[in-house]
């Protein structure tokens, strides 16, 4: 063999490993998924584990696909019972095993694993939370968990997608992917009346999760329609309907909010005003009609705001203890271990409870980053560039998630994953707009 061919078979590039498409994974993942399921149901931990088994090659072999088990997977908070001092969902142990994966396959690929314009502000924040923490008793097992929550979600999971091995369209994959599941959840929850799967909270869960859901479901029809992908606008039309018909049903309040702030933002962005005034003439007297045909003790539940009322006792209570810690510990607060005592309904005074000004002024400061080069990057693209999506989705989701903070959790398991992913999306685009280059 001449030592010029012997140079070609070495050079030559490796192919890329083929493409898998929705279909594809329909086909072959809807069957195993209904077997795991029976699995689940007899036993948790043997399902968990034998979910997490399959996850790992898929990972290897098909970054996209693994990127689009963890979203779908987001809704189900069930606590797989691993018997260690931690609690992971499923969503949460594939995002575990996916880290190193992610990041070996980048590093291999040349790309930079970065956070994005985020890195400083999330690292002052966390350096607050650790020193309120710290220095009041709450530095506990509470604290400890907590604070490895807030590092999953707000470093890990937009590092994985910022630094994602893959391009725009594998991160898109992976978000119709996941509305594709959620649709498959949604008809399940409604067949059932929110009892299926069990352990999971009507409200909390469900609520944030189809609020979400929601606001991606509709920005991924308005860009299939844009980029004229007739199929995708039709079927991500279908899932839009029955994820809002569950959403609305959930009756969480916040997750009303999350999804209707949510849309707003895309909307906003997009310049779709008309159609904003559009949908809320369609949207408004199909509301009502739901409503009337709602049972009266569901009526009085999601629209009853006596402060006397069972959902709100509590909400009122909080207020009144946050605001007392702030003002007896007005500059350091008491730590983050403060969310996993009390119910904290309020993005904004738990906030200031546990790190004091310095640690509000910080996370506002996170999310004043994002809006700002959401706002910025938009500017940039056209609506048909597929990139658009991502940084539209970077914006909305976070404010959508920040809104149902004000009003119930915001730290909880679940759609705070899709909202900080975007952001990781959000930031690889910013990225390679300041280079001018491609996600590759």
């Known amino acids: 063999m001449s030592s010029s061919v012997l140079h070609n078979q070495v050079s030559a590039p490796r192919r890329a490993p083929r493409k898998v498409s929705l279909r594809q994974v329909a086909i072959w993942g809807l069957p195993l998924a209904a077997v795991l399921a029976v699995v689940a149901h007899v036993s948790e931990l043997a399902g968990g584990l034998a979910f997490a088994i399959l996850f790992i090659p898929v990972a290897f072999s098909q970054p996209r696909v693994a990127l689009m088990l963890i979203f779908a997977t987001v809704p189900l908070l069930q606590t797989v019972p691993l018997h260690i001092p931690v609690h992971l969902s499923i969503s949460e142990i594939c995002l575990a095993l996916f880290l190193p994966i992610a990041l070996l396959k980048a590093a291999q690929m040349g790309k930079p694993i970065r956070l994005g314009p985020t890195l400083w502000p ?65 008809v399940l929850v409604l067949l059932t009346h929110f009892h299926y ?37 039709r079927w991500l039309a279908a899932a839009l309907t029955l994820i809002g018909m569950a959403l609305f049903m959930s009756l969480s309040r916040g997750g009303w909010l999350e999804g209707l702030s949510g849309c707003v933002i895309i909307l906003a962005l997009r310049r779709r005003f008309a159609l904003m005034f559009r949908a809320a003439l369609i949207m408004l007297p199909l509301l009502v009609i739901l409503f009337v045909l709602l049972p009266h003790k569901k009526q009085n539940y999601a629209f009853n705001f006596n402060p006397n009322a069972g959902n709100l006792k509590p909400r009122i209570k909080l207020i009144d203890h946050a605001i007392n810690v702030f003002e007896n510990h007005p500059v350091t607060g008491v730590g983050v271990g403060l969310r996993k005592e009390v119910d904290p309904t309020n993005l904004f005074l738990i906030t200031l409870a546990e790190t004091g000004v310095q640690g509000l002024i910080a996370f506002l400061a996170i999310y004043f980053v994002i809006i700002r080069t959401a706002w910025k990057d938009h500017k940039k693209l056209s609506q048909a560039d597929p990139r658009f999506t991502l940084v539209a989705l970077g914006g909305a989701l976070v404010v959508g998630r920040f809104v149902h903070g004000l009003v119930d959790e915001y730290w ?13 999306m959000l930031a690889a685009v910013d990225y390679e707009l300041r280079r001018g280059t491609r996600i590759q």
């Open 122 to 186: 999330t690292l002052i924040y966390l350096a607050l939370c650790l020193f309120s923490s710290v220095l009041y008793p709450h530095w506990h097992m509470l604290a400890l968990k907590a604070y490895a929550e807030m590092v999953v979600f707000i470093v890990i999971a937009p590092m994985i997608c910022a630094s994602f091995p893959g391009d725009s369209d594998d991160l898109r994959f992976a978000l119709e992917g996941a509305v594709g599941a959620l649709a498959i959840l949604a």
């Open 197 to 233: 799967p069990s352990g999971n909270n009507k409200n909390a869960a469900w609520g944030a999760s189809f609020g979400a859901g929601f606001a991606i479901a509709m920005e991924l029809w308005l860009a299939a329609r844009i980029a004229k992908r007739r199929k995708a606008a």
């Open 412 to 424: 909880l398991r679940g759609s705070i994953v899709w909202a900080w992913s975007a952001v990781g």
